[in-house]
């Protein structure tokens, strides 16, 4: 997730956008396999829940 909008977002000011700011400085570090597979799991996750199936 290194691109131009990520870096923007983790330049944003810490005292105003923490929680924004924090997120966008890891997610650059991030590559997109790992990206994909980090939403995905979201995403099951919360079918999981929402079906009441065990993990």
Known sequence: MAR???AA??????????YL?????????IGPDDEF???LDVVLA???HRLGTPD
Request: hydrophobic share 30%.
């Open 4 to 6: 131009r909008g990520t």
């Open 9 to 18: 977002l983790a330049r944003l000011p810490r005292d105003d956008f923490p």
């Open 21 to 29: 700011a924090d997120t966008a400085g890891t997610a650059r570090t």
């Open 37 to 39: 597979r980090g939403g």
């Open 46 to 48: 919360g079918l999981r």
